[in-house]
Protein backbone atom coordinates (compact mmCIF):
# COMPACT_ATOMS: atom_id res chain seq x y z
CA UNK A 1 0.00 0.00 0.00
CA UNK A 2 1.08 3.49 -0.71
CA UNK A 3 1.75 5.58 2.35
CA UNK A 4 2.17 9.14 2.19
CA UNK A 5 4.14 11.64 3.93
CA UNK A 6 3.23 15.30 4.73
CA UNK A 7 4.34 18.02 7.54
CA UNK A 8 2.69 17.63 10.90
CA UNK A 9 1.70 21.66 10.73
CA UNK A 10 1.55 24.46 9.07
CA UNK A 11 1.11 28.17 9.83
CA UNK A 12 -0.17 31.05 7.57
CA UNK A 13 -1.86 33.93 7.88
CA UNK A 14 -5.15 35.28 6.10
CA UNK A 15 -5.32 35.78 2.32
CA UNK A 16 -1.82 33.95 2.33
CA UNK A 17 -1.44 31.20 -0.29
CA UNK A 18 -0.52 28.05 1.64
CA UNK A 19 1.42 25.04 -0.47
CA UNK A 20 0.96 21.46 1.03
CA UNK A 21 3.48 19.29 -0.22
CA UNK A 22 3.08 15.61 0.42
CA UNK A 23 5.05 12.71 -0.51
CA UNK A 24 3.88 9.20 -1.81
CA UNK A 25 6.91 7.38 -3.54
CA UNK A 26 5.16 3.39 -4.08
CA UNK A 27 2.13 5.04 -5.74
CA UNK A 28 0.96 2.40 -8.48
CA UNK A 29 -0.13 2.94 -11.77
CA UNK A 30 -4.16 3.24 -11.17
CA UNK A 31 -3.88 5.15 -7.97
CA UNK A 32 -5.36 8.58 -7.59
CA UNK A 33 -4.06 11.44 -5.15
CA UNK A 34 -7.05 12.82 -2.98
CA UNK A 35 -7.04 15.12 -0.19
CA UNK A 36 -9.22 15.80 2.62
CA UNK A 37 -10.26 18.21 4.72
CA UNK A 38 -11.74 17.30 8.46
CA UNK A 39 -12.61 19.90 10.97
CA UNK A 40 -12.85 19.46 14.90
CA UNK A 41 -15.78 16.79 15.33
CA UNK A 42 -16.83 16.77 11.57
CA UNK A 43 -15.76 13.82 9.47
CA UNK A 44 -13.19 14.04 6.74
CA UNK A 45 -14.50 16.26 3.40
CA UNK A 46 -13.48 15.85 -0.14
CA UNK A 47 -11.24 18.40 -1.54
CA UNK A 48 -9.84 17.63 -4.40
CA UNK A 49 -8.04 14.91 -6.16
CA UNK A 50 -6.32 14.18 -9.41
CA UNK A 51 -4.19 11.64 -11.26
CA UNK A 52 -1.64 13.74 -13.12
CA UNK A 53 -0.67 17.44 -13.93
CA UNK A 54 -3.03 19.96 -12.42
CA UNK A 55 -6.54 19.25 -11.35
CA UNK A 56 -8.11 22.96 -10.31
CA UNK A 57 -11.47 23.47 -8.49
CA UNK A 58 -13.55 26.02 -6.52
CA UNK A 59 -11.68 25.64 -3.55
CA UNK A 60 -7.97 24.27 -4.48
CA UNK A 61 -5.39 23.34 -6.73
CA UNK A 62 -3.59 19.91 -7.22
CA UNK A 63 -0.39 20.02 -8.67
CA UNK A 64 1.24 16.51 -9.47
CA UNK A 65 4.84 16.09 -11.39
CA UNK A 66 4.92 13.38 -14.16
CA UNK A 67 6.70 11.06 -11.90
CA UNK A 68 3.48 10.99 -9.31
CA UNK A 69 5.69 10.14 -6.31
CA UNK A 70 4.64 13.48 -4.58
CA UNK A 71 1.65 16.23 -4.88
CA UNK A 72 1.38 19.88 -3.71
CA UNK A 73 -1.94 21.28 -2.78
CA UNK A 74 -2.28 25.18 -2.93
CA UNK A 75 -5.14 26.91 -1.15
CA UNK A 76 -5.63 30.17 -2.43
CA UNK A 77 -5.85 33.47 -0.36
CA UNK A 78 -6.25 31.31 2.95
CA UNK A 79 -8.88 32.41 5.46
CA UNK A 80 -9.79 31.65 9.57
CA UNK A 81 -12.30 29.19 8.07
CA UNK A 82 -9.21 27.04 6.52
CA UNK A 83 -7.87 26.26 9.61
CA UNK A 84 -8.29 22.24 9.88
CA UNK A 85 -6.32 19.05 9.39
CA UNK A 86 -5.65 18.19 5.70
CA UNK A 87 -5.03 14.66 5.00
CA UNK A 88 -3.20 13.28 1.42
CA UNK A 89 -4.33 9.75 0.05
CA UNK A 90 -3.32 7.92 -1.89
CA UNK A 91 -6.99 6.32 -3.52
CA UNK A 92 -7.22 2.86 -3.59
CA UNK A 93 -10.13 0.81 -3.27
CA UNK A 94 -9.93 1.79 0.70
CA UNK A 95 -8.89 5.54 1.87
CA UNK A 96 -5.06 4.69 4.36
CA UNK A 97 -5.16 8.16 6.20
CA UNK A 98 -2.00 9.15 7.81
CA UNK A 99 -1.73 12.24 10.53
CA UNK A 100 -2.34 14.42 8.25
CA UNK A 101 -1.29 18.30 8.16
CA UNK A 102 -2.42 20.64 11.05
CA UNK A 103 -2.88 24.18 8.89
CA UNK A 104 -3.37 26.89 11.59
CA UNK A 105 -4.30 30.62 9.83
CA UNK A 106 -3.92 33.85 11.71
CA UNK A 107 -5.60 37.12 11.26
CA UNK B 1 -30.20 16.16 -0.21
CA UNK B 2 -29.25 14.40 3.04
CA UNK B 3 -25.78 13.18 4.09
CA UNK B 4 -24.22 10.00 5.45
CA UNK B 5 -25.83 9.91 9.34
CA UNK B 6 -24.63 8.29 12.35
CA UNK B 7 -26.23 7.28 15.70
CA UNK B 8 -25.88 7.72 18.41
CA UNK B 9 -23.64 10.72 17.99
CA UNK B 10 -22.25 9.58 21.62
CA UNK B 11 -22.07 6.37 23.08
CA UNK B 12 -20.84 5.72 26.56
CA UNK B 13 -20.45 2.17 27.88
CA UNK B 14 -18.70 -0.14 30.36
CA UNK B 15 -16.20 -2.24 29.72
CA UNK B 16 -17.10 -6.07 28.72
CA UNK B 17 -20.83 -4.43 27.13
CA UNK B 18 -21.96 -4.66 23.87
CA UNK B 19 -22.32 -1.80 21.65
CA UNK B 20 -24.43 -0.95 17.93
CA UNK B 21 -23.22 1.95 15.84
CA UNK B 22 -25.41 2.56 12.82
CA UNK B 23 -24.68 4.37 9.80
CA UNK B 24 -27.48 5.30 7.05
CA UNK B 25 -25.55 6.09 3.65
CA UNK B 26 -26.37 8.63 1.47
CA UNK B 27 -29.09 6.91 -1.13
CA UNK B 28 -27.79 4.91 -4.13
CA UNK B 29 -24.47 4.87 -3.14
CA UNK B 30 -23.31 1.15 -2.83
CA UNK B 31 -20.15 1.30 -1.38
CA UNK B 32 -19.96 2.25 2.50
CA UNK B 33 -17.07 1.99 4.39
CA UNK B 34 -16.21 2.30 8.67
CA UNK B 35 -12.98 3.61 9.94
CA UNK B 36 -12.17 4.30 13.78
CA UNK B 37 -10.33 7.51 14.32
CA UNK B 38 -8.26 7.85 17.78
CA UNK B 39 -7.38 11.20 19.33
CA UNK B 40 -5.22 13.12 16.79
CA UNK B 41 -4.60 10.43 14.86
CA UNK B 42 -5.96 10.01 10.90
CA UNK B 43 -9.06 8.08 10.44
CA UNK B 44 -8.34 3.87 10.16
CA UNK B 45 -9.78 1.71 8.20
CA UNK B 46 -11.90 -0.83 9.42
CA UNK B 47 -13.87 -2.51 6.71
CA UNK B 48 -16.27 -1.90 3.63
CA UNK B 49 -19.32 -2.91 1.82
CA UNK B 50 -19.82 -3.08 -1.54
CA UNK B 51 -23.73 -3.83 -1.62
CA UNK B 52 -24.34 -6.07 1.18
CA UNK B 53 -21.44 -8.03 1.49
CA UNK B 54 -17.99 -6.82 3.02
CA UNK B 55 -15.05 -6.61 0.25
CA UNK B 56 -12.75 -5.65 3.01
CA UNK B 57 -12.37 -6.27 6.51
CA UNK B 58 -9.18 -6.67 6.65
CA UNK B 59 -9.03 -3.59 9.28
CA UNK B 60 -11.14 -5.13 11.77
CA UNK B 61 -8.85 -5.16 14.37
CA UNK B 62 -9.81 -8.65 15.92
CA UNK B 63 -13.04 -11.05 16.48
CA UNK B 64 -14.69 -8.63 19.09
CA UNK B 65 -15.71 -6.45 15.78
CA UNK B 66 -18.20 -7.12 13.65
CA UNK B 67 -20.35 -5.08 10.69
CA UNK B 68 -23.48 -5.51 8.60
CA UNK B 69 -25.06 -3.85 5.86
CA UNK B 70 -28.41 -6.68 5.43
CA UNK B 71 -30.65 -4.90 2.36
CA UNK B 72 -27.59 -3.33 1.32
CA UNK B 73 -28.65 0.12 2.72
CA UNK B 74 -28.10 0.64 6.57
CA UNK B 75 -25.05 -0.54 7.72
CA UNK B 76 -24.48 -1.70 11.95
CA UNK B 77 -20.83 -2.06 13.55
CA UNK B 78 -21.02 -4.32 16.05
CA UNK B 79 -18.66 -4.14 19.15
CA UNK B 80 -18.64 -7.06 21.67
CA UNK B 81 -17.11 -7.01 25.06
CA UNK B 82 -15.95 -3.84 24.84
CA UNK B 83 -12.52 -2.88 25.86
CA UNK B 84 -11.00 0.84 26.93
CA UNK B 85 -9.13 0.89 24.14
CA UNK B 86 -11.86 0.91 22.25
CA UNK B 87 -13.03 4.28 22.66
CA UNK B 88 -12.70 6.39 19.67
CA UNK B 89 -14.77 8.06 16.56
CA UNK B 90 -15.87 5.79 14.39
CA UNK B 91 -16.62 7.60 10.97
CA UNK B 92 -18.95 5.92 8.24
CA UNK B 93 -18.64 6.73 4.65
CA UNK B 94 -20.40 5.80 1.57
CA UNK B 95 -19.32 6.46 -2.23
CA UNK B 96 -21.22 5.64 -5.19
CA UNK B 97 -19.11 2.88 -5.82
CA UNK B 98 -15.67 1.17 -5.55
CA UNK B 99 -14.23 3.06 -7.97
CA UNK B 100 -10.97 4.01 -7.20
CA UNK B 101 -12.12 7.96 -8.17
CA UNK B 102 -15.19 7.85 -6.25
CA UNK B 103 -15.58 10.57 -3.83
CA UNK B 104 -16.33 9.33 -0.07
CA UNK B 105 -18.83 11.03 2.01
CA UNK B 106 -18.37 11.18 5.31
CA UNK B 107 -21.15 11.25 8.08
CA UNK B 108 -20.30 13.15 11.96
CA UNK B 109 -19.27 9.97 13.27
CA UNK B 110 -20.14 8.40 16.68
CA UNK B 111 -18.03 9.04 19.49
CA UNK B 112 -17.40 5.90 21.43
CA UNK B 113 -16.17 6.02 24.99
CA UNK B 114 -15.10 2.82 26.78
CA UNK B 115 -15.01 3.26 30.93
Known amino acids: LAKTTQPISMDSYEGQEVNITCSHN???????ITWYQQFPSQGPRFIIQGYKTKVTNEVASLFIPADRKSSTLSLPRVSLSDTAVYYC????????FGTGTRLQVFP | GAGVSQTPSNKVTEKGKYVELRCDPISGHTALYWYRQSLGQGPEFLIYFQGTGAADDSGLPNDRFFAVRPEGSVSTLKIQRTERGDSAVYLCASSQGLLRDNEQFFGPGTRLTVL
Open chain 1, 26 to 32: NIATNDY
Open chain 1, 89 to 96: LVNTDKLI
